[in-house]
């Protein structure tokens, strides 16, 4: 499958999240409705450890 800019876009970039900072900590909460939020959602904490 050949993704274009528009379509990688939409399912990557914009994506519906909200930034809360608490004391030092900067948490990233994604919306859960987003279609690949769970496939974020993994690759950040990989990308932690």
Known sequence: MRW???RFRKAF???A???VMTGRRC???LAGSHRFARDL???IVRLQT
């Open 17 to 19: 999240a909200r930034v």
């Open 27 to 29: 948490v990233l909460r």
């Open 4 to 6: 274009e800019w528009k």
């Open 13 to 15: 970039v914009y994506v």
């Open 41 to 43: 959602q993994r690759g």
